[in-house]
Nanobody
Framework: VQLQASGGGSVQPGGSLRLSCTGSGGTLEYYAIHWFRQAPGQGREKIACISSSDDRTTYEDSVKGRFATSRDNARNTIYLQMNSLKPDDTAVYYC??????????????????WGQGTQVTVSS
């Protein structure tokens, strides 16, 4: 399965963006999709996940209440809606999967399939 992340850009603090993670060569409906981000000079941080079986979502505290992930199986696409963006949200955002249906937590090195990353910059 191949993943492609898109939708990044530059926004002012308080603004919104919607990222997309589109799959090819596989049906994302069967996989939990994880969202990571990596700020300059920092490690890759997992921020959200959506499971496949029941669309259960999990979020890290840093984005809880501001970000929401969802899936559109007809489009084979997962979305990350990001609201109330802050400068600390500036990072390259990635989607990833290990083809498991559940949102088990693993370090970034565990995940075999990654999108190429999309830059999000929050600045006034």
């Amino acid at each position: 399965v191949q993943l492609q992340a898109s939708g990044g850009g530059s926004v002012q603090p308080g603004g919104s963006l919607r990222l997309s993670c589109t799959g090819s060569g596989g049906t994302l409906e069967y996989y939990a999709i994880h969202w990571f981000r990596q700020a300059p000079g920092q490690g890759r941080e997992k921020i959200a996940c959506i499971s496949s079986s029941d669309d259960r979502t999990t979020y890290e505290d840093s984005v809880k209440g501001r970000f929401a992930t969802s899936r559109d199986n007809a489009r084979n696409t997962i979305y990350l809606q990001m609201n109330s963006l802050k400068p600390d949200d500036t990072a390259v955002y990635y989607c990833a999967t290990d083809r498991s249906p559940r949102c088990f937590s693993h370090p970034p090195s565990w995940y075999e399939y990654w999108g190429q990353g999309t830059q999000v910059t929050v600045s006034s």
